[in-house]
Protein backbone atom coordinates (compact mmCIF):
# COMPACT_ATOMS: atom_id res chain seq x y z
CA UNK A 1 0.00 0.00 0.00
CA UNK A 2 1.44 3.46 -1.18
CA UNK A 3 0.83 6.25 1.42
CA UNK A 4 -1.04 9.45 0.17
CA UNK A 5 0.85 12.65 1.17
CA UNK A 6 -2.87 14.09 1.78
CA UNK A 7 -3.08 11.62 4.05
CA UNK A 8 -0.87 12.89 6.83
CA UNK A 9 -2.31 14.85 8.73
CA UNK A 10 0.31 17.48 11.11
CA UNK A 11 -0.71 19.54 13.71
CA UNK A 12 0.48 22.14 16.85
CA UNK A 13 -0.46 21.02 20.04
CA UNK A 14 0.69 21.20 23.57
CA UNK A 15 0.29 17.72 24.25
CA UNK A 16 3.56 18.06 26.58
CA UNK A 17 3.78 15.19 29.35
CA UNK A 18 3.80 11.54 29.36
CA UNK A 19 0.54 11.52 31.25
CA UNK A 20 -0.96 13.64 28.14
CA UNK A 21 0.38 11.34 25.30
CA UNK A 22 -1.50 8.59 27.51
CA UNK A 23 -4.86 10.45 27.76
CA UNK A 24 -4.71 10.99 24.23
CA UNK A 25 -3.56 7.62 23.30
CA UNK A 26 -6.94 6.58 25.05
CA UNK A 27 -8.91 8.78 23.00
CA UNK A 28 -6.75 7.44 19.84
CA UNK A 29 -7.79 4.40 20.78
CA UNK A 30 -11.44 5.05 20.96
CA UNK A 31 -11.58 6.00 17.68
CA UNK A 32 -9.67 3.80 16.21
CA UNK A 33 -6.81 6.33 15.50
CA UNK A 34 -4.11 3.75 15.25
CA UNK A 35 -1.44 5.48 13.41
CA UNK A 36 -0.68 8.51 15.28
CA UNK A 37 2.52 9.75 16.89
CA UNK A 38 3.49 13.12 19.38
CA UNK A 39 6.54 14.98 19.02
CA UNK A 40 7.21 16.01 22.43
CA UNK A 41 10.29 17.66 21.66
CA UNK A 42 9.52 19.26 19.19
CA UNK A 43 8.63 22.85 20.30
CA UNK A 44 5.41 22.89 18.62
CA UNK A 45 4.33 18.76 20.31
CA UNK A 46 3.67 17.65 16.75
CA UNK A 47 0.82 15.32 16.06
CA UNK A 48 1.08 13.16 13.47
CA UNK A 49 -2.00 11.66 11.88
CA UNK A 50 -1.95 9.45 8.89
CA UNK A 51 -5.61 8.69 7.56
CA UNK A 52 -7.04 8.21 4.91
CA UNK A 53 -11.17 9.19 6.83
CA UNK A 54 -10.09 11.68 9.44
CA UNK A 55 -10.13 15.42 8.44
CA UNK A 56 -8.27 17.97 9.71
CA UNK A 57 -11.59 19.39 11.51
CA UNK A 58 -12.44 16.21 12.88
CA UNK A 59 -8.96 15.95 14.50
CA UNK A 60 -8.80 19.38 15.72
CA UNK A 61 -12.26 18.72 17.44
CA UNK A 62 -11.13 15.74 19.00
CA UNK A 63 -8.10 16.76 20.35
CA UNK A 64 -10.14 20.53 21.96
CA UNK A 65 -12.47 18.33 23.23
CA UNK A 66 -10.26 16.16 25.70
CA UNK A 67 -8.62 19.99 26.64
CA UNK A 68 -5.56 19.68 24.49
CA UNK A 69 -5.28 22.78 22.21
CA UNK A 70 -4.73 21.77 18.60
CA UNK A 71 -4.22 24.06 15.08
CA UNK A 72 -3.47 22.94 11.82
CA UNK A 73 0.47 22.99 11.67
CA UNK A 74 1.17 25.29 8.41
Known sequence: ???N???????????RT????RLIAK?????????????Q???DCVLRIVSSQ???HDVINLVV???YQCEELT
Not at 18 to 21: A, L, N, P, R, V
Open 41 to 43: DDI
Open 5 to 15: MNDILLFKTDI
Open 27 to 39: VMQEYKIANWTVD
Open 65 to 67: HNG
Open 18 to 21: EGDK
Open 54 to 56: LKL
Open 1 to 3: MEL
